[in-house]
């Protein structure tokens, strides 16, 4: 899933404004949701909820299931299932049957049609099989499955576990201030950084990689052409033409030979072929771009400085 950064930094704001929202107004039983609570690499990257890079867990209740390593019950946003709701029960035999009777009564009341796995002791019900409407189904799930599962529990509360087994219930107020003010800090610390890169980057007097030459054949409208001998310092390299000219075809063919993103093959056709020169520390590599190969230089991080392009109007 790309930008799964921004996805988590997306739903965050978004729970966090309906949490702020519910304590004022007080029109919910449970008005919190949890975060992930272990300061790991992906935590420090902004991976704010349980998952992995192909999906988040987002739950609003404590409590989860130590085999399937996930919430007992959550809302997932998955790259490849996309939009659903998952009861996990496999640790306990307790939790089972008790999460049994609040999909009973969910089928009852709004014949959601959970399904069970009866061997790996899930329910899942799908909601969309598109990952990119997170947002309008979760929004139907918060005023109608979670607060049925909400009223349940406030009438019921599981008390009897097996040893070891980590409780279910809702989220104790100063946990969820705890995990949120985690959130809040990470958050800060990675504006931080990223500011401190940036001005280091723009105030260096020589770039990380520089451009050196580029040879173009049977790109878009260029059918050859060939850029050598630049100049390994310059930090601005500037293209002038008339309309028509192909200068911004010259940025695309740059962005594609020295970009290691596979999806940006679809601009290439079975005759194109990109070759660049480029320079890092007085060390040179040549990577070359045609239909169906990608750059695979390993000792070049290149690629990740490569964001896009731009032409400059006049």
């Known amino acids: 899933m790309k930008n799964i950064e921004k996805l988590h930094e997306e739903v965050f704001i978004y729970l966090n404004n309906w949490s702020e929202r519910s304590r004022t107004s007080n029109n919910e039983i449970n008005p919190y949701f949890y975060m ?9 990257k902004g991976y704010w909820f349980p998952g992995n890079d192909s999906y988040i867990c987002l739950s609003f209740w404590a409590g989860g299931d130590s085999n399937n ?4 019950i959550y809302f997932e946003i998955n790259e490849k299932f996309g939009c659903r709701i998952v009861i996990v029960a496999k640790d306990s035999e307790a939790k089972y049957e008790y999460f049994e009777k609040i999909v009973t009564e969910l089928d009852e009341i709004n014949n959601n049609n959970y399904g069970l796995n009866k061997k790996t002791k899930v329910w899942i019900k799908h909601l969309s099989n598109k990952w990119d409407r997170w947002e309008e189904n979760l929004g139907l799930f918060i005023i109608n499955d979670k607060r049925r599962i909400d009223e349940y529990i406030s009438n019921n509360e599981l008390i009897d576990y ?3 087994v980590s409780r279910f219930g809702f989220i104790n107020p100063k946990d969820f201030d705890n995990m949120c003010s985690r959130v ?6 990675i504006k931080v950084n990223e500011y401190n890169k ?11 990689y520089a451009l050196l030459g580029i040879n173009i ?3 878009q409208g260029i059918k050859s052409a060939n850029i050598d001998d630049l100049n390994p310092d310059a930090r601005w390299i500037f293209i002038a033409g008339e309309n028509g000219y192909g200068k911004t075809t010259i940025l695309q063919a740059i962005a594609l030979g020295a970009s290691i993103d596979p999806e940006l093959e679809k601009y290439l056709d079975e005759k194109s072929r990109i070759s660049l020169e480029l320079s890092s520390n007085n060390e040179k590599a040549f990577p070359v771009r045609t239909k169906g190969v990608l750059n695979s230089i390993e000792s070049y991080d290149y690629g990740q400085y490569i964001i896009g392009y731009a032409a400059q109007p006049d």
């Not at 809040?184 to 610390?189: A, F």
């Not at 940036?198 to 990380?208: A, D, G, M, V, W």
């Open 217 to 219: 054949q049977n790109f």
């Open 198 to 208: 940036h001005q280091e980057f723009i105030s260096n007097p020589k770039l990380p």
């Open 184 to 189: 809040l800090k990470q958050r800060d610390l």
């Open 162 to 164: 097996e040893e070891f």
């Open 69 to 72: 390593k996930t919430p007992n």
């Open 36 to 44: 992930r609570s272990v300061r790991d690499e992906r935590f420090k």
